[in-house]
């Protein structure tokens, strides 16, 4: 699958963004996407993440300000971010969890297709 991320920009604290991720294949086709962050000298960790039957997770440091919401249409997943804080600053990625994992894992190594990163600053 091959996906195409943007959205990524600076902003103020408190302030929002929404970043998609266009996928070359019905949304509904592949086990879950998950956005992904990445900042300097550090792992890439998991933000949030939508199955193909819709159900959602997110890491606790973003729940209830980012939410992942999904236009089957345009197999397209978006993650609103809202209350952007300046530890929200990294590159944000995009990907495919593999078909035979679990929908809602969290482990970069179970997602196997990736976006290219575009870069959220938020500033104080």
């Known amino acids: 699958v091959q996906l195409q991320a943007s959205g990524g920009g600076l902003v103020q604290a408190g302030g929002s963004l929404r970043l998609s991720c266009a996928a070359s294949?019905?949304?509904?086709?592949?086990?879950?996407i998950g956005w992904f962050h990445q900042t300097p000298g550090k792992e890439r960790e998991f933000v949030a993440s939508?199955?193909?039957?819709?159900?959602?997770n997110y890491t606790d440091s973003v729940k209830g300000r980012f939410t992942i919401p999904r236009d089957n249409a345009k197999n397209t997943v978006y993650l609103q971010m809202d209350s952007l804080k300046p530890e929200n600053t990294a590159v944000y990625y995009c990907?495919?969890?593999?078909?035979?994992?679990?929908?809602?894992?969290?482990?970069?190594?179970?997602?196997?297709?990736w976006g290219q990163g575009t870069q959220v600053t938020v500033s104080s």
């Open positions: 990907a495919t969890a593999t078909p035979d994992s679990d929908y809602n894992t969290l482990l970069p190594t179970e997602y196997d297709d």
């Open positions: 939508i199955s193909s039957a819709g159900m959602t």
């Open positions: 294949k019905s949304t509904f086709n592949i086990n879950a």
